[in-house]
């Protein structure tokens, strides 16, 4: 109970953190003035003080200029912010497949094996991709998170215990979604002179945001997870809805 009330307040304490970057309005992130271009999977494109007469290509190249003078201490909140949002509120793909994690089972040491196998490879990916060391096809990539998904959904509608081969499957699928943050990272770019700190700081705001979500849940569901009807009436719907979204976005991603 403890640990989820510490990632909650991590978390509201990230959302109301002020970007102080000094060439960048902090409220132009929230503002009328910031147009976030959102789709299904989950990606996002970011222009900043983008005026209604340009065109959103054009709108991220103030951006560009403004982001590479800005020092390491405005870069580091600027992108712990867009690393968590790319979780909460947008990436509704990334959130239920951490929600598959979480519905496997009830007692605590079953998700940190599965949180810290889908850490491990999402980091790993997520940095060898945004230093160009890998070349991906992203629909295909977003095809099959979308399938990640909806394997996880079904195999806790199977089983409830964790799997020998549960962790490496996660990891696996983890690597998938790393390649999908470094899709939307190459969008919105990294600083020339704070490559590092921009890196790592996206990668914790998306840490956070995972967090948030398991802790959020937890919270929720605290309640009544030690009901016997618990799996039935709770897990048991909640995969069912996961894995039949999960699989409309793979049929969507990889058909239309």
Partial sequence: ???????????LTL???????HEIDPEVLLSEHYQ?????RGGIGIHFGMPDTMAPDDGGLEFNTQRN????????????????????PLGLDHVLFVLGLFFLNRRLKPLLWQVTAFTLAHTLTLGMAAAGLLEFNIRWVEALIALSICYVAIENLATDKLQPWRPLVVF?????????????LSDIGLP????FPALISFNVGVELGQLT????AWLLL???MDAPWYRQRIVMPACSLIALTGFWWFIERTLF
């Fill in 36 to 40: 976030l271009m959102v789709d299904y």
């Fill in 192 to 195: 020339d002179g704070e490559f």
């Fill in 69 to 88: 003078s800005l020092p390491v201490a405005d870069i580091v909140p600027l992108y712990l912010r867009l690393g968590f949002t790319h979780i909460l």
């Fill in 213 to 216: 979500v398991i802790a959020l």
């Fill in 15 to 21: 959302l109301i953190l002020p970007c102080v970057a």
């Fill in 1 to 11: 109970m403890l640990f989820s009330r510490l990632f909650a307040a991590a978390a």
């Fill in 172 to 184: 696996i699928f983890g690597l998938l979604h790393g390649i999908g943050f470094a899709s939307v």
């Fill in 222 to 224: 605290l309640k009544w």
